[in-house]
């Protein structure tokens, strides 16, 4: 089985310095890896997946995640974060079953920025 | 497009009570999910249904819970008798077959059994 640890259940960030949300996974097989989003009240949102190839993945909203087989990390970063980027961010771990995709999500990163 | 839809957003009831939950998932999208998100841990599988058959179940209640997909459009998930537990917000995404991993996710329903 597959799983996903979320370092930190609470990140605050000053507006427009960069961040980085941990995460690290752990299975047996090869995987495929996400982060999704999601603001206060609504429903998850895809950032960007990786899947297979290039190592660097850049999704929506300026973010980008770099897949680490080694460390088997998936951290997410932002250069510069927007008062607009607060929210909950999940990793999300797959085994590379094209097709049926059974996402398991971590815990949250609930990110805060600061005016 | 329309996104997910869900129905009832609020729901309150007593331990013991049944509740059910509606999902209209973005059309053509054949695998729908049910997640259960209890407040400050991440989304967890409880039912994929590709069309109308289910693909995993693993972690579904089956003494309480159950969930059907008749026509292969919407679904309904019930909880009866609700436990206190059970309290959470409960999740339907779908996805399309050719986007691997691209969950489409509604609002949620959020569950408190008092």
């Known amino acids: 089985a597959q799983s996903v640890t979320q370092l930190d259940s609470q990140v605050p960030v000053f507006e427009e310095a960069p961040v980085e949300l941990r995460c690290n996974y752990s299975?047996?097989?090869?995987?495929?890896l996400f982060w999704y989003v999601q603001y206060p009240n609504q429903g998850l949102q895809l950032l960007l997946k990786?899947?297979?190839?290039?190592?660097l993945v850049k999704g929506i909203n300026g973010f980008e995640a770099e897949f680490n087989k080694s460390q088997t990390s998936f951290h997410l970063r932002k250069p510069s974060v927007h008062i607009s980027d607060t929210a909950e961010y999940f990793c999300?771990?797959?085994?590379?079953?094209?097709?049926?995709?059974?996402?398991?999500f971590g815990t949250g990163t609930r990110l805060t920025i600061i005016p | 497009e329309a996104g997910v839809a869900q129905s009832p957003r609020y729901k309150i009831i007593e331990k013991r009570q049944s509740v059910a939950f509606w999902c209209n998932p973005i059309?053509?999208?054949?695998?729908l999910y049910w997640y259960q998100q209890i407040l400050g841990q991440g989304p967890k599988l409880l039912i994929q249904?590709?069309?109308?058959?289910?693909?995993?179940d693993s972690q579904l209640p089956k003494d309480r819970f159950s969930a059907e997909r008749l026509k292969g459009v919407d679904s309904t998930l019930k909880i009866q008798p609700a436990k206190l537990e059970d309290s959470a917000v409960y999740l339907c995404a779908s996805r399309h077959f050719a986007n691997t991993g691209e969950l489409f996710f509604g609002e949620g329903s959020r569950l408190t059994v008092l």
């Open positions: 990786y899947l297979s190839g290039s190592t």
């Open positions: 299975s047996s097989v090869s995987v495929y």
């Open positions: 249904f590709q069309n109308n058959g289910v693909v995993d």
């Open positions: 999300a771990v797959s085994r590379s079953n094209f097709g049926n995709e059974k996402l398991t």
């Open positions: 059309s053509g999208h054949a695998t």
